[in-house]
């Protein structure tokens, strides 16, 4: 079965330091991997993704992403943080359902960045 | 260019109501899809659309139809609400994810939905 695990409900972070929001799948065949950013009362914002090449993925807002095959992880970086990064952080896989793609989404990560 | 809009932002139903939401998409995305969001759980696939006239079942069907008449548009309808319903109800958009492309979903901004 193809899911996606996000070990963490909460992550507390100081401003300026450097932030790590896990994530770990399990999927057949290649991973397409994406990270999800959501604001409160706002729909989900896409942030980066990874589909093949080098393993560390760039993304908006000065976040990052590390894929790691041999853990099966992709974790979300972001060398210094901002109060303004505090939200619902949501790692997604793609998956395939008869010939077409969909997206498996973890449950979320709360990111807190306090000043 | 809007995006993806939802209507209605908000709605409060008795139970055995029913109604639709509305999504509406002005990129000429092929896949739209619909998805709730409830807490702890991250975001679950009712329903999705490959293509005008098609639509498919997701992960959490039960409850609900769509329809997709008009490329832009994806209704999304609850025949009888019940409260294991109430959820925020989040639409999305995507280009043509053939077997081996993945496009990144677009979302709108949700429809926060009560049943009493």
């Known amino acids: 079965a193809q899911s996606v695990a996000q070990p963490e409900d909460q992550v507390n972070v100081a401003e300026g330091n450097p932030l790590t929001v896990k994530c770990t799948y399990s999927v057949s065949g290649n991973p397409y991997l994406f990270w999800y950013v959501q604001y409160p009362n706002r729909g989900l914002q896409f942030l980066l993704k990874?589909?093949?090449?080098?393993?560390l993925v760039k993304g908006s807002y000065g976040f990052e992403a590390e894929f790691n095959k041999s853990q099966t992880s992709f974790h979300l970086k972001k060398p210094s943080a901002l109060v303004s990064d505090s939200a619902l952080y949501f790692c997604?896989?793609?998956?395939?359902?008869?010939?077409?793609?969909?997206?498996?989404f973890g449950a979320g990560t709360r990111l807190a960045v306090h000043p | 260019n809007a995006g993806v809009t939802q209507t209605p932002k908000f709605r409060v139903l008795k139970t055995g109501q029913s109604m639709t939401l509305l999504c509406a998409q002005d990129?000429?995305?092929?896949?739209m899809y619909w998805y709730r969001q409830d807490p702890g759980m991250g975001l679950r696939l009712i329903h999705y659309s490959v293509g005008e006239g098609t639509t498919a079942k997701g992960e959490v069907p039960d409850g609900y139809n769509v329809s997709r008449l008009k490329k832009q548009n994806f209704l999304l309808g609850l025949e009888s609400a019940a409260p294991s319903q109430t959820s925020v109800y989040f639409c999305?958009?995507?280009?043509?994810?053939?077997?081996?492309?993945?496009?990144?979903?677009?979302f709108g901004p949700g429809t926060r939905l009560t049943v009493t």
């Open positions: 997604a896989v793609r998956a395939l359902s008869g010939g077409y793609n969909k997206l498996i």
């Open positions: 999305a958009s995507s280009y043509n994810g053939l077997a081996g492309v993945q496009y990144e979903q677009y």
């Open positions: 990129m000429n995305h092929e896949y």
């Open positions: 990874y589909i093949t090449g080098d393993n």
